[in-house]
T-cell receptor
Framework: DAGVIQSPRHEVTEMGQEVTLRCKPISGHNSLFWYRQTMMRGLELLIY????????DSGMPEDRFSAKMPNASFSTLKIQPSEPRDSAVYFC??????????????FGPGTRLTVL | KQEVTQIPAALSVPEGENLVLNCSFTDSAIYNLQWFRQDPGKGLTSLLL?????REQTSGRLNASLDKSSGRSTLYIAASQPGDSATYLCASGSSNTGKLIFGQGTTLQVKP
């Protein structure tokens, strides 16, 4: 298996622009997670899906952030409009066997976002 | 609010030394605890997963323990090598919310 795939790996954009991050989970996994990592706050869970349904989005910082999972093999995280404070590394992770509490999470390589 | 704390934040040891990384958590309903490794500019690599019903897991030179009653986990690395240099993160998994709560990590440097 290729593991969790994220694109793009790097994104540089200007404040106010829309940013879309993409993730393909490991085949057969039914839980998908979006995290954000910064030096100041470490790793933070933004949202996670189970069987394509959003279970908990309490970590989404504000309405500018939205996430979708239209099918079991694809998810997007969108920021509109982007702001410089959104600059961070965004990770996608997936796990199998039901809710996250019970099974191992596997991470993608991340997308490094820079908002100028 | 559940928290995970890792001490020390940074550690430097000579090659060959055995070492212990510490992790403490506040979630009394912890479902599992997972240890990850992160190399600079890279994603997280899962090292070990300990279910709440287990006390330890081993993989090669790594051994992780879990003590739910004290809210602590340790990652033991035997015979450390320069290739072990990385940031090690622990994360507690909750059965109530399905979330992983991460510590800030311990950055390990193994000197040849």
């Amino acid at each position: 298996d290729a593991g969790v795939i994220q694109s793009p790996r790097h994104e540089v954009t200007e404040m106010g622009q829309e940013v879309t991050l993409r993730c393909k989970p490991i085949s057969g996994h039914n839980s998908l997670f979006w995290y954000r990592q910064t030096m100041m706050r470490g790793l933070e869970l933004l949202i996670y899906f189970n069987n394509n349904v959003p279970i908990d989005d309490s970590g989404m910082p504000e309405d500018r952030f939205s996430a979708k999972m239209p099918n079991a093999s694809f998810s997007t995280l969108k920021i509109q409009p982007s702001e410089p404070r959104d600059s961070a590394v965004y990770f996608c992770a997936s796990s199998g066997l039901g809710l996250a509490g019970g099974s191992e999470q596997f991470f993608g390589p991340g997308t490094r976002l820079t908002v100028l | 609010k559940q928290e995970v704390t890792q001490i020390p934040a940074a550690l430097s040891v000579p090659e060959g030394e055995n070492l212990v990384l510490n992790c403490s958590f506040t979630d009394s309903a912890i479902y599992n605890l997972q240890w990850f490794r992160q190399d600079p500019g890279k994603g997280l690599t899962s090292l070990l997963l300990i279910q709440s019903s287990q006390r330890e897991q081993t993989s090669g030179r790594l051994n992780a323990s879990l003590d739910k009653s004290s809210g602590r986990s340790t990652l033991y690395i035997a015979a450390s090598q320069p290739g072990d240099s990385a940031t090690y993160l622990c994360a507690s998994g909750s059965s109530n919310t399905g979330k992983l709560i991460f510590g800030q990590g311990t950055t390990l440097q193994v000197k040849p």
